[in-house]
Nanobody, 121 residues
């Protein structure tokens, strides 16, 4: 059974930093593009950042560009989200997503259960 397990969330003051991790198992990690999404209370889930399966290309929501960095380690089957200069509007549940990116994986889409991030003084 495919697993995506997020960790690293918590409570941080405005201006602080957190590093989220998502450990993947039971699928070929390097065949999948990876993304981080977030969902704040009462709002729709939104894409925060994505990275191609090789790590060669990344994409960010305008709201986090320049503050957040997505990266991956295919040897460790893990994707990261470094979040700096956090603001209260970054408060949300953060979810890891894997999307098939090679023949044989098209249409496959997996989600983790999320890790909460709260930015408050």
């Amino acid at each position: 059974q495919v697993q995506l397990v997020e960790s690293g969330g918590g409570l941080v003051q405005p201006g602080g930093s957190l590093r989220l991790s998502c450990a993947a198992s039971r699928f070929t990690f390097s065949d999948y593009g990876m993304s981080w999404y977030r969902q704040a209370p009462g709002k729709e889930r939104e894409l925060v950042a994505s990275i191609t399966r090789t790590g060669g290309s990344t994409n960010y929501a305008d709201s986090v560009e320049g503050r957040f960095t997505i990266s991956r380690d295919n040897a460790k089957n893990t994707v990261y989200l470094q979040m700096n200069s956090l603001q209260p509007e970054d408060t949300a549940m953060y979810y890891c997503n894997a999307r098939g990116a090679v023949p044989g994986t098209w249409g496959r889409n997996y989600w983790g259960k999320g890790t909460p991030v709260t930015v408050s003084s």
